[in-house]
């Protein structure tokens, strides 16, 4: 279920999307903070970690699990990455999918 007031664009448009869809038996809409939803680690440049948060875990009718981050950003027209730290969270993410042999996405 959509609810606009509280999701981005692009959570909506997947959102959409995955409701279209005859091949997916469910999806979820995981939180942005807290240890009850899934979280990866990821570091910076400055060996610092911190919590990555991917917004929705996909459950295929053929059992296959996805987990998904929905980025996107337009200003005045133009795409653009709202995001500084995606290419940390892109390699921490595709390491946590790699190791447990799911399937993710960006």
Sequence with gaps: MT???FRSTSEQLLENYLESRDDVDWYYKNGDTGQQYLSVIYGNN????????????IKKKNGDV?????K???RKGVSKNIDKQIENKFYAFKDYADRRKINGGL
């Design 3 to 5: 609810i606009s007031g």
């Design 46 to 57: 400055l060996s610092k970690e911190y919590l990555f948060y991917p917004d929705y875990i």
């Design 66 to 70: 996805w987990i998904i981050e929905a």
């Design 72 to 74: 996107g950003g337009e």
